[in-house]
């Protein structure tokens, strides 16, 4: 499952100051097209370009598109569902990588 397009620049972990875990677990996910931090994350950490949409792989029903083929015409929401379920290990550990990040940055 990948938007084969930014393979080489997204999927990656990055910092910055408004996320901590002093209300939460301290991880975000990024979305550009859907917030004014994710979109200024994603032109400073070069995952898209000023001149470059952000990726959308949602439709107007608000289903998964076939760019992100293992979900695709699944409701977003549900989806998020499944993939928290099945990776609560891969979310601590990413938890704990962010964590040791933030903390030395």
Known sequence: MALVQYEDRAFRVLVDTYV???????IVHQAPGFGE???????AYDV???DEMPPCPIDD????TSEVSDFAGQYVKVS???DIADD????????LITRTLTRKS
């Open 37 to 43: 931090d994710d979109h200024r994350i994603a032109l």
């Open 20 to 26: 901590t875990d002093k209300d939460g677990t301290g």
């Open 48 to 50: 898209i370009g000023e």
């Open 61 to 64: 029903a608000g289903r998964f």
């Open 80 to 82: 998020l569902l499944y």
């Open 88 to 95: 609560v290990h891969g979310l601590i550990q990413l938890a």
